[in-house]
């Protein structure tokens, strides 16, 4: 069997600059040319080319590609690694999900860390800003911690409140 460029392309279900890519980066061996010229592709290219779209479709970039064995039809260790790749992935997505899920029910802004207290909701903007500042240097942990010291702080008036001035001795 001989096809051109173009038919081993849709024979793929891939682009004519998609093999024309796998070419240009030795993923693909360039065929022979026939006596008008044009390149004629075998099985063996065919083939090449539909486990390249199969990898890529499984997620492996086409540099993963390059660097696997050719001949290696099982490559072990880049599917593990992948693998451990894409759980990472679903977890953290999964976390994201959950974020999103409790900030649309509980329409927090989105400023805060996700684990904010309905309260801090309503703290004035400066306020606001030094919670959301002090999450990110301080992480989750460090954020509880000082989330329990000034839990037992007596109640302060609020800034907008005017306190009145002590007089200033002489």
């Known amino acids: ?28 061996e360039t065929p022979e040319r026939r006596a008008n010229g044009y390149k004629q592709y075998g099985v063996a290219h065919l083939v090449r080319v ?4 199969r990898l890529t479709e499984l997620g492996f970039s086409l540099a993963q590609i390059a660097d696997m064995d050719r001949d290696d039809d099982h490559p072990q260790e880049a599917l593990r690694a992948l693998d ?34 309905p309260a801090e909701a309503g703290l004035s903007g400066t306020d606001r800003s ?26 302060l008036p609020d800034q907008d409140q005017a306190v009145p001035a002590k007089p200033h001795p002489r």
């Not at 539909?50 to 779209?53: D, T």
């Not at 679903?90 to 976390?95: A, K, Y």
């Open 1 to 28: 069997m001989a096809w051109s460029t173009r038919e081993v392309a849709e024979l793929a279900g891939t682009s004519l600059r998609a093999v024309r890519h796998y070419h240009d980066i030795g993923l693909l």
């Open 50 to 53: 539909l486990r390249i779209k």
């Open 84 to 117: 451990a790749e894409l759980g990472s992935t679903i977890e953290r997505l999964g976390r994201v999900r959950a974020e999103l899920s409790a900030v649309l029910r509980d329409h927090p802004p989105t400023d805060l860390p996700a684990e904010s207290t």
């Open 130 to 155: 030094c919670v959301v500042v002090l999450a990110k240097l301080l992480g989750p942990r460090g954020r509880r911690a000082c989330a329990d010291l000034l839990r037992d702080l007596p109640d």
